[in-house]
């Protein structure tokens, strides 16, 4: 055994870890891309610690064998991480498996350090931070915060999102609920307290309502509630944890890859079944199938833990827009595809091994509890039996949580501590709480307790963890993660007895003393990286966003020079140069961005847009086809139409434009792109004289386009359509004075004015002044250019000027292309009555001649 000094140094630290893990959701961090920034940071200080203690130990103790039931598993897994981390070609995954490889010996640590007689305290203090997570919630519900959050949502806690929210507080109800269950207390108190934390957590998972979370808080009180699927398994799973991982791994892989099929080849993009409220379910389905096809590119080992959010924007399907997806998707949501993405199935194997473990240990441990019971019963001192084991609550005080609790929010008020101070004096009272149990416990001496039966408690709570990452990410999620973990240690610890030591030195152990500097030296640097690339992502886009863009660029720039492969920051400093009009910089970077992961957000778009701005149509061009071929949303089919419109080619345009309308995203950005295109069409369909179905355009379009000139301008044509020429007037003077040069709007109001014979001066003004500009653009719009000559001829025709209406207006109708069929018509008609009322009967004979088109009333454009 260890000595008693050495073994209440190990307990008070293991106690302390527990503590500082219980609380860790807690952890706020401010301006930092990333809000579980300081986790990181508690989680490897935490493990330095675990490590430099055991590295001392270890010198002259080893604990006996069979103890550690998930060693192999765990050492298993150790070697496909350090595998697929030196295959990676990501920065991003040497942080990333350090991490995970933490976590692991952090659930090491804490089996070897804690006693039966701690679980209760460290359970405890999971339901107590959980509590008061909720009342938090509950409290931001009602619509009072003492901090201003950057999300949309009220129900937040301190996690920042209402799922991570939701997801954490659906566990610790579980852990609640159990401990009021299923246990034996002195105390009826002790009982209403769990009670009270259950009533209070699972009220604020109800009111978050997050669909998700409720299902897996069902799934959690079901395991709870019922004991039919704690059945030991037989002997041949029980043989090995290994065998019954393999199945489970198989089981889950041909699973998704069933999903992956199903996704894969069906028609998304013919399917008119689906609304908009279907899209949560689409997207999440989605984004498995992207996961799982990373999977099969490197099945074995996968392309590195952390890697797909660099791999995972190769397989977004093109339709992903109208499905739902947003433009970058990084993960996706389960944790066995991304287990299987970035750590292939051996990584999975390991996992499931774990969970295998896990399962055994509850359902060996039930087992146990129960011979034991029978045992007690059957003995002729039963009772006697009983009442020598002492009650679990025995040493067990909420005196320190019920001071700081209640004396936090008066100084508070009393504006004698801040809203930081206050939101910290919880997690700080839960702390204490469990400092002062252990204190308790170890001065009265370690006494035999009933048979906690909080082996089905965290059973059920690590089996609802896992049930919640099947559709969830939860597994990317550092605060849930080490929540997980740290059930993961509270679950062999009641399952299995304290940990027997051994003195055993051995020469060889001198080495796990390099192992302490080893590790805070080369997390230290990992995190610090990554600590300067979050921090200068949030400056960069705070920067942004208040328009210092030259400090932004800094930023960004910063964050680059923390980690070369930042895709964020890349993006970022793209913007950041646009915005400085540092095009060609701009452009660079969004290539390099490109050749990093292509078109990740968006790139190939950015680029096509950038170009066509520039007036680089053929480069543009050349873009905006290899983002269609990455992405098919309307956005991209709005930007290609308008620039072969820029390339005279309008029937091309018009094509792309209607195939731009049959899929629809539930985004802003892409519903304006869809009301771009019907503006767009209906300008096609007005200039060539269709103004029935210009104008059914014009009514579909919802968004804020309807105050845009161009439609202003269409709409304006519509009335005047309709004889309806001073409500047309009076919207295209509207127009006209946004945008006084416009020559359309000065062609618009020009040619009213010459209808109804009023002013015609400032007519003939407009009118001469639309073509002289229009001949000054270079290349203008045939139908623009043929409309203002239509125009100036029937006004030259009002003034007298015969020569000059004749020669205009049968320039209008002879360079009208042939398939305008309907303007061509109208602009026939309006030459032939020129010739009537003119006396030019020959003109008129040769005309009727030359063209035999049917006869329409005449109406103009």
Known sequence: MLPASLNNLLRISGIIVSAFLAV?????????????????????????????????????????????????????????????????????SLRTSLTWLSLMVLVGFLRLSRHESDNLNVAAMVALSGCLMA??????????????????????????????????????SIVSLGLAMNQAYRYKLTRLIFWSMTALQISAVVLAGRAGSLLTLGFG????????????????????????????????????????????????????????????????????????????????????????????????????????????NDDPHSWPVTILAETGFAGLFGFASILAIVYGCGTWRRFKNQQLEDAINRSQDAETEKDSLGFADGHLSWKAVLIVVSAAPVCYLSGLIGSGTLIYSFPAAIILFGLHNLFITMSAGAAPTRPANLAKTTLAALLTFAFNGLFNNSFSILPLMVFAALLLSLHFSVCLRNVAWKRRFSFLSLVFICLPAMYVFTAYNFQIAYHREQVNLSLGERMLQSQNFSESQTAFEAAIQANPQSLKAHYGLARALEQQNRLDETQDILRRLDS???????????????????????????????????????????????????????MEAEKIFEEGLQLIPPYDQEIVAIDRIRLN?????????????????????????????????????????????????????????????????????????????????????????????????????????????????????????????????????????????????????????????????NELESLEQKDALPQEPREHE
């Open 24 to 92: 860790l959701p807690w952890l706020i961090t401010p301006d930092s891309d990333d809000p579980f920034l300081f986790h990181g940071w508690v989680v490897y200080a935490a493990t330095a610690v675990s490590i430099c203690l055991l590295s001392v130990i270890f010198l002259f103790f080893r604990p006996r064998q069979n103890q550690i039931p998930y060693a192999r598993s765990f050492l298993l897994l150790f070697a496909v991480i350090t595998a697929t981390t030196l295959m990676s070609n990501f920065i991003v």
């Open 596 to 650: 990093m992961v292509p078109n990740v957000f968006n790139t190939n778009f950015e680029l096509a847009r950038i170009l066509f701005e520039r007036q680089q149509i053929i480069e543009a061009h050349k873009y905006a086809l290899k983002s269609l071929q990455w992405n098919q949303s309307p956005r991209i089919y709005d930007l290609l139409g308008r620039i072969l419109l820029m390339e005279g080619r309008q």
């Open 681 to 841: 069409l209906a300008a096609l369909l007005a200039s060539r004289g269709n103004y029935d179905k210009c104008q059914e355009y014009l009514e579909q379009i919802k968004s804020e386009l309807r105050e845009n000139i161009d439609y202003m301008y269409l709409q304006g044509m519509v009335l005047s359509r309709n004889q309806k020429q001073q409500e047309a007037l009076e919207l295209f003077e509207k127009a006209l004075e946004k945008d006084p040069q416009n020559t359309r709007l000065m062609n618009a109001v020009g040619f009213i004015l010459t209808l109804q014979n009023s002013d015609l001066d400032r007519a003939a003004n407009l009118l001469e002044s639309a073509y002289q500009n229009i001949k000054r653009s270079g290349a203008p719009p045939q139908s623009d250019f043929l409309m203002i000559v239509h125009s100036l001829g029937n006004l030259y025709w009002k003034l007298g000027k015969l020569a000059e209406a004749r020669e205009m207006l049968e320039l209008a109708w002879s360079q009208c292309p042939p398939e305008w069929q309907k303007l061509k018509s109208e602009r026939l008609e309006s030459l032939k009555q020129f010739y009537q009322e003119t006396g030019m009967q």
């Open 221 to 328: 009180i079901f395991l709870l509630t019922t004991s039919f699927w704690e059945v030991r398994p037989g002997k041949l799973l029980r043989r090995s944890a290994f065998i019954s991982g393999l199945l489970l791994a198989i089981v889950l892989t041909g699973a998704y890859g069933l999903v992956y099929y199903a996704t894969s080849t069906y028609p998304w993009e013919t399917s008119t079944r689906f609304s908009h409220s279907d899209f949560p379910v689409i997207t999440r389905i989605i984004n498995w199938q992207m996961g799982y096809g990373i999977f099969l590119k490197n099945p074995l080992l996968g392309m590195g833990p952390g890697s797909t959010p660099y791999v995972m924007p190769l397989q977004r399907p093109p339709t992903g827009s109208a499905m739902g997806l947003k433009e970058y």
């Open 135 to 172: 009342v938090y919630g509950l409290i931001q519900a009602a619509g009072y915060d003492v901090i201003s959050w950057s999300s949309p949502y009220l129900m937040v806690g301190t996690l920042s999102n209402p799922n991570f929210f939701t997801a954490y507080l659906s566990l610790t």
